[in-house]
């Protein structure tokens, strides 16, 4: 948990104003004094009262999502075949991201869910998982869909000489 701990922290503060005001004041404080960006972040959220453990953020996560909180399975994991993809688990959170049904049981993966939780946490994460997920992962790059172009022109060109060179067989056939 601790890898996941600066953005489960920065989503956490921004539900809670006036401890994101105290932690940032502190952070900025011994960012100031010289204490390193990571040692500063463990320092502020001991000043602020909060941990990964701690009562009000584990709350806050079932109530979020982040963590089942209906007895349900938690999300499948990888499978024997290779676990689910990228496009898999984005296409998922694209399809559900307004279900309000869903369930960690019925997400793909571990990621997928954590990327619907993400992408339902306000307006701006929606937009981020439009932009930053979902578009790079489903829609096909700009060249992607030139090289499809050209892969298309070179087959009509390479149909019409199989056509002129069965047209010149046919011809020399008849001869």
Same mark, same amino acid.
């Given at each position: 948990m601790a890898g996941n701990w600066d953005g489960l922290r920065e989503m956490f503060l921004e539900g809670y104003p006036g401890v994101r005001r105290r932690w940032q004041a502190r952070y900025a404080d011994l960012i100031e004094s010289g204490m390193d960006d990571a040692d500063a972040k463990d320092a502020a959220d001991d000043f602020a009262g909060i941990s990964p453990n701690d009562e009000r953020v584990t709350k806050w996560m079932a109530r979020t999502g982040l963590v089942p909180d209906d007895g349900g399975a938690a999300p499948a994991g990888p499978d !024997?075949?290779?676990?689910?993809?990228?496009?898999?688990? =984005?296409?998922?959170? #694209? %399809?559900?991201?307004?279900?309000?049904?869903?369930?960690?049981?019925?997400?793909?993966?571990?990621?997928?869910?954590?990327?619907?939780?993400?992408?339902?946490?306000?307006?701006?994460?929606?937009?981020?998982?439009?932009?930053?997920?979902?578009?790079?992962?489903?829609?096909?790059?700009?060249?992607?869909?030139?090289?499809?172009?050209?892969?298309?022109?070179? !087959?009509?060109?390479?149909?019409?000489?199989?056509?002129? =060179?069965?047209?010149? #067989? %046919?011809?020399?056939?008849?001869?």
């Open positions: !024997e075949s290779g676990g689910a993809t990228d496009v898999k688990n =984005v296409r998922w959170v #694209a %399809e559900n991201l307004s279900n309000p049904s869903v369930t960690p049981s019925s997400a793909p993966s571990l990621s997928a869910w954590n990327m619907l939780v993400f992408a339902r946490t306000n307006p701006t994460q929606t937009a981020k998982f439009w932009s930053d997920l979902y578009k790079p992962i489903m829609l096909p790059a700009k060249k992607d869909l030139e090289n499809t172009s050209r892969d298309l022109e070179d !087959e009509e060109r390479l149909m019409h000489i199989i056509d002129q =060179v069965q047209k010149m #067989a %046919e011809e020399a056939g008849q001869s």
